[in-house]
């Protein structure tokens, strides 16, 4: 029996023009909603993860306590339990799954809580990496509706560089021929292990390697690390689902949408939520350099540097004790202001 | 008519046992040899260049004036012009040319100084990146013959992160069907294209592309920087001869050969060359924090850091007229100490 929830959205237009059809998104809640529905906190996933993944920070006595808070994990599209290439029935599957933008996203996320729950307040939205880049496009969209959010490891617009970077990951995914432009009837491994080796080089910091922390974590030698944290992680994924959840991250702008019209500085302006922005110290693709840029332009928000050697994995989840303590300490300090 | 030299080594017994049979090792010399043999410059080449690619730096006026010194660029084994994949006879030829380390490189790069000219004396070593590499290397095997070096953008021994960005790079080339195992008729063009995008995150720094500087060098958009400036440079090489270059910078360590046995800090702390080492500030792959580590451990090193937001290319001869200004101020000061 599943473990979550399915909310059928049926044809949803998206920003690009497309129709996602038989569009659905799937969610996870935990704990209750109480009757003043006052206790709800959203907590998007990121890149290449299900809801499961953050349910680490998800816990008796942390933050995210499921005996006081609603917690709702709504999963992103393209990661193959909400709508995805590998999910949509034809025409729109593989190839054909067309782009769906965060704005897309927290639209549908958006009637989700209001359509299912009749929620009209968000205590807090949170969330690592893509699960930031939504949580401050929930602040910028629904600024009367966001009490709080607390983004980490995640930018409001993807960088230049960002962008770059993963465009170095497509590239080494669609090198394999088995790819066949999206059409494959068998998954392309050697492309899903190819950019599974490009993507290790970016995921943890210089210091992590330097230290050789992965021996600490129980790998063998640097080869297995690369093959099993790496390779078999992204072998579990759809190549389609991947770049699905890629084409949203490398257009991931809070501000390209009709309300602000392409303005970041009025976007992040908007932001009423008192906010706290934790990008990682040692993040080579979401760099604390840029997070300060964002924090500046925001009315009500903070900046608190991780002080972590993980590099960009410092904010997953449950990832590394220390950094996971050092965001929830944060979060509890959010909700209770 | 070809504007370098050959030296011909004829059979070289290589550090990882194979043979590098018909072995080359093309260079070019700039100004002349003095009469007591003591005006010696030597500027090995970096990845994936020939030597003219070191010539914005050897000019009447700079550091490296051939005026006064006798310059001379030996260029790296793989780099198609010395022994490579693509130069080689068979049956050492594509897939079959055997791994060739620094060790190796320098010791052939000895071979044609003594041998060739009588040298005996060097004044400097210099260069960037894989030719700050083999600087380190000519500064530990040879230390009563070096009297200087000056490596920029490049360590003694490579980093782990530095290999794992290597694994992205080589995996995102192999991922083409058409590399077949280098055994390819006509080149691999979807990888190299691939591994382009995939270097292209690395070369400059997030702070570079946060800033558009591609624009003001007058590429016309992001698209068309990655296009011009990454695809087509790598399109000019040979995918063999790419993967051979790798592998040397891979595996690149001052200390792994039969005087150091693996002792890094036993290397370093043998130079007995001065030293100025200038990593550049907002490299990604060879961070200032690794060059600080390596200059604690020499005995008579000084760290620099080239103040530029060029990341590695910072120290591409010529590339940022800026930081070759800085590296060549520097070069002159070590030259006249």
Redesign the interface.
């Known amino acids: 029996m599943p473990d979550y929830q399915v909310f059928v959205l049926d044809n949803v237009t998206l920003q690009s023009g497309f129709t996602l059809r038989s569009a659905r998104l799937v969610y996870k809640t935990y704990g209750s909603l109480n009757a003043r529905k006052d206790n709800v906190i959203v907590f998007p996933t990121f890149f290449g993860s299900q809801h499961e993944a953050n349910e680490p920070m998800i816990l008796p006595g942390m933050a995210l306590d499921p005996g006081k808070y609603f917690i709702l994990v709504p999963n992103l599209f393209g990661n193959g339990l909400s709508s995805a290439p590998s999910n949509t029935p034809p025409p729109y599957d593989q190839a054909r799954f067309p782009p769906v933008s965060y704005y897309d996203n927290i639209h549908c996320q958006y009637r989700l809580l209001t359509e299912r729950f009749g929620i009209e307040r968000i205590a807090l939205v949170c969330g690592f990496s893509m699960g930031a880049q939504q949580s401050f496009h929930w602040g910028a969209l629904f600024p009367d509706m966001v009490e709080r959010i607390a983004p980490w490891c995640g930018s409001a617009k993807t ?3 960002n ?3 993963l ?12 790819w066949q432009d999206g059409w494959y009837q068998a998954q392309p491994t ?2 899903i ?10 995921g ?7 230290e ?1 922390i992965y021996l600490q974590l129980g790998f063998s030698s ?1 080869e297995d690390y ?1 093959v099993q944290a790496w390779e078999d992680r992204f072998l579990k994924l759809d190549a389609n689902d991947i770049l699905a959840m890629i084409g949203t991250w490398q257009q991931g702008d809070t501000s390209d949408n009709p309300l602000y019209h392409g303005d970041i500085h009025q976007a992040l302006g908007a932001i009423k939520a008192k906010a706290i922005i934790m990008p990682s110290q040692t993040d ?2 979401f ?1 604390s ?2 997070s300060e840029i964002e924090v500046r332009q925001m009315p009500n928000a903070e900046l608190r540097i991780i002080p972590s050697k993980w590099g960009h994995l410092a904010g997953g989840p449950g990832r590394n004790p220390a950094d996971t303590q050092f965001i929830d300490k944060n979060l509890k300090e959010l909700l209770a202001s």
Not at 169 to 177: C, E, F, G, N, R
Not at 204 to 210: K, T
């Open positions: 960088s230049r560089h962008f770059v970077f465009e170095g990951v497509k590239a080494a995914l669609t090198a394999d021929q088995a050697k492309g292990r190819a950019m599974s080796r490009v993507y290790a080089g970016w943890p910091s210089q210091a992590f390697y330097r050789k640097l690369l080579q693709y760099p350099a840029d």
